[in-house]
């Protein structure tokens, strides 16, 4: 084991139907080398042998274990029955079908050690599905963490881009300070993400390592899997979260997404629709650029190029 800090970290994982990955996700924690560590896990009314296997493998636990049940609410509020448990300094979270890679949390709470004034650290993580490796979660937000804190936020309030809060390591006071995870909107990831990079104000508060620091695992079962390209959860999080001008920026940009990928499937009438819905949001709030100009850069050769082969097809 390495070197005990006075800092002691809790990992909450919120479980619900995983009895398939529960046990990997668990001996993961167990397996890091930093022994001042607890585990909390919320079963969120799982209806399979869940809670059954965490109850086994907490009786033989090298680490601290405190399992709580509630009937089905979702993951924000297990997140928070969790969290209300929790004892240490510093707070994680798992997701029940993850894993966490060996040696995070000594390289990482160090930094917390280091730098008092440090609030929440990401990292990165890695894609993880039928026992292959690939990809990189934080591909996309990438350039915008290593900018800091300002370029993050703006990216946060214009789209809603793959941020994990499996790569977060935060301080629980500060956790508390902004109201924990929320409930109202469902939004574990994007929420809590927008409203830490709105509560920073000094560049050292944050740190970003471009280290893979977990796996996440994609499956035909995951809650998040959706095509839908505006989902309820979404709305609710605009409509909480944005200003007008921001709200009618992401919707504009959002159409006009949904109508690159009907374009590339052929369906031009239907992305015909689209693209209006973004013109009509956009010059109605006075961001006729945001839309327009998106469709100018994004996809004017394929439509040239569709245009010329419906001609020779005559």
Known sequence: MAKNTHLKVSILIPCYNHAEYIEQTIRSVWEQDYSNLELVIADDGSTDNSLEIINSLKAISPIEIIVVTQKNGGVCQALNHALKLSTGK???????????????LSQEV?????????KVLYSNGRFQS?????????????????????PTLDLLLR???????QAMLIRRDFL?????FDEETGSDDWSLNIRIFQALHLEHEFLFLDRYAFLYRTHEMQVHRTGEFMTPMKRKVVRKYFSLENRSKFICQNYVRKAFGLLLQRKLKLCMRYLKKSCYIGFSHGLPLDCLMRFVFYFPGFAYRELVRRFKSK
């Open 90 to 104: 510093i707070i994680g979270v798992l997701a029940s079908d993850d894993v966490m890679l060996p040696g995070r």
């Open 159 to 165: 789209t809603a881009p793959g941020f994990y809060i």
């Open 130 to 150: 039928e026992g292959s490796v690939f990809g990189d979660v934080h591909k996309a937000i990438k350039p915008f963490l290593k900018r800091g804190i300002g």
């Open 176 to 180: 508390i300070k902004l109201g924990g």
């Open 110 to 118: 160090k930094n917390f050690e280091l730098e008092p004034n440090l």
